[in-house]
């Protein structure tokens, strides 16, 4: 059972426009979300976060949402630049070991 | 900082190979954990470590087993490799309270180990 996911594998957008990557979760446990940027042959890495107390967090072109009652989650990117294509993973975390539950996986390519 | 360290970047191995895959952090982190990615499935934890002295399993655990040497390196191991293990592993540390909520927002993957099965 997928506890997380992203249900678009991929995303096209311009340069300079709104990229929106979106995320699911079923558990209402989870307490705290993170997004990881990947770049290929490159481990992930952190980009933004936000706990189950808020409802938004921004951090530069960076804004994540987090609707609790829908379970939803989504990362705004503005604007968009050719060096954010890469794979973009959600992550919620589970319990008190910090272990983290990720969904599949957006790739976005960001076109000049 | 080297950050998180794996070896090796790559290896193809025989099914029913052994093999151990290495990670190292200088980040004084307390948790340690061992991910490996396939097509369409993201990344999944195999086993994780909360603190040194302690291993635990995670999602998909069958077939490796791991050693948290110290509170630097976590090993993952495979005894006897088969086909369906051909992934790319990464290996990540993390600063978490156990008392609960993270300190920092910061975890760190290393750059991964593309394994092939034959």
């Known amino acids: 059972d997928q506890q997380v996911k992203q249900n678009s594998p991929s995303l096209s957008v311009q340069e300079g426009r709104i990229s929106i990557l979106n995320c699911d979760y079923t558990?209402?446990?989870?307490?705290?979300f993170l997004w990881y940027k990947k770049y290929p042959a490159e481990g992930p890495t952190f980009l933004i976060s936000i706990s189950s107390i808020k409802d938004k967090n921004e951090d530069g072109r960076f804004t994540v949402f987090l609707n609790k009652s829908a379970k939803h989650l989504s990362l705004h990117i503005v604007p968009s630049q050719p060096g954010d294509s890469a794979v973009y993973f959600c992550a919620s975390h589970s319990g008190n070991t910090g272990k983290l539950i990720f969904g599949q996986g957006t790739t976005l390519q960001v076109k000049p | 900082n080297a950050g998180v360290t794996q070896t090796p970047k790559f290896q193809v191995l025989k099914t029913g190979q052994s093999m151990t895959l290495q990670c190292a952090q200088d980040?004084?982190?307390?948790?340690m954990y061992w991910y490996r990615q396939d097509p369409g499935m993201g990344l999944r934890l195999i086993y994780y470590?909360?603190?040194?002295?302690?291993?635990d399993k995670g999602e998909v655990p069958n077939g490796y087993n791991v050693s948290r040497l110290n509170k630097r390196e976590f090993s993952l191991r495979l005894e006897s490799a088969a086909p369906s293990q051909t992934s790319v592993y990464f290996c990540?540390?993390?600063?978490?309270?156990?008392?609960?909520?993270?300190?920092?927002?910061?975890?760190?993957f290393g750059p991964g180990t593309r394994l092939t099965v034959l």
């Open positions: 470590s909360a603190s040194e002295g302690t291993t």
């Open positions: 980040m004084n982190h307390n948790s």
């Open positions: 558990n209402s446990m989870f307490d705290y």
């Open positions: 990540a540390s993390y600063y978490w309270r156990l008392a609960g909520g993270p300190e920092m927002d910061t975890q760190y």
